[in-house]
Every structure is written in structure tokens, then in C-alpha cells.
């Protein structure tokens, strides 16, 4: 199943560590065979101060 996170309060590096250090929170990532993991920094509204971006992320992961 294709799958997207919008990292926008992180990024995937730290998500990665996340992942690693705690299984049992981020196990639901695993699940997922394509997942996307889009970093759009912003931290918050994104939808809002970068909707361009964050509409062409959903577009490409669809």
C-alpha cells in the first residue's frame, strides 16, 4: 500500500531514530511497502505557508 508521512516538525533522519528506538510507537511504518516520507519544514500549517509544496507531495504519492 502506498503511504506518505509529511514531515514537517522533523525530519526523516530523526523520524529513522524514532523508528529505531522506539519499535513499538513506530511499527505501523513498517507495515507499508511504499512508503514516502516527504520533509517539508515548516513545523506547522503547512497547508497554509507552503500549500504548493504540500499539494505536489500528495500528487507524486497518489
Known amino acids: 500500500m502506498r503511504s506518505l508521512v509529511v514531515a ?4 526523516r533522519t530523526v523520524l529513522d531514530e524514532w ?4 519499535p513499538d510507537v513506530a511499527d505501523e511504518l513498517d507495515r507499508y511497502d511504499d512508503l514516502t516520507i516527504f ?5 506547522h500549517w503547512l497547508h497554509l505557508t507552503k ?4 499539494a505536489r507531495a500528495i500528487l507524486d504519492a497518489v
Request: hydrophobic share 20%; proline share 12%.
Open 51 to 54: 500549500p504548493n509544496e504540500l
Open 39 to 43: 520533509e517539508l519544514p515548516t513545523s
Open 8 to 11: 514537517s516538525g522533523f525530519s
Open 19 to 22: 523508528r529505531r528506538d522506539y
